[in-house]
């Protein structure tokens, strides 16, 4: 699964999924290593593409964000152009936090999140049924989150 990846490696991708604003002096203590060799081992597993980003993960609830809702997505049509036209616009959608292009049912599974089940309303009616190639929706509320993104497996 980790290939090119030893014991270290995959202990440094595993201590920043968990804290990515940690210090070089603290990851190299965390995995066993000293500054500049931890230093250089990050350098690489940036440089080979193992880490695409840095960044925060914010308080759904501090920002008013209290319903999440996973959408299924329908097509009647099934054409190239119109799924390019859905997924642009659904990129520039920003409470659309994930879309997954699937098999099954659904052409597309969105995540979503939304004020309240007004906003969520709104934002069904007047954004998502009019994005090109939509024909059908379904939704299911999260009643409560379980589990987050707890990064990905590294064993």
Known sequence: MTTGLDKTD???????????????AR??????LSETPCARRLKRLESD?????????LSRSALGLGVVAF??????VHDRATATRFEREVQ???RILSCHNVSGSADYILQVVARDLD?????????????????SVESSLS???VKSNGGLPLS
């Not at 959408?71 to 009647?76: Q, S, T």
């Open 10 to 24: 995959r202990a440094i991708l595993d201590a920043l999924q968990k804290d990515g604003r940690m210090s070089n």
């Open 27 to 32: 990851l190299a203590e965390t995995v066993g």
């Open 49 to 57: 593409g193992y880490i695409d980003q840095y960044r925060a993960v």
């Open 71 to 76: 959408i299924y997505v329908r097509f009647a």
């Open 92 to 94: 520039a959608i920003p």
């Open 119 to 135: 906003d969520y309303g709104t934002f069904m009616r007047d954004q998502l049924r009019s994005l090109p190639g939509v024909t």
């Open 143 to 145: 009643l409560r989150e």
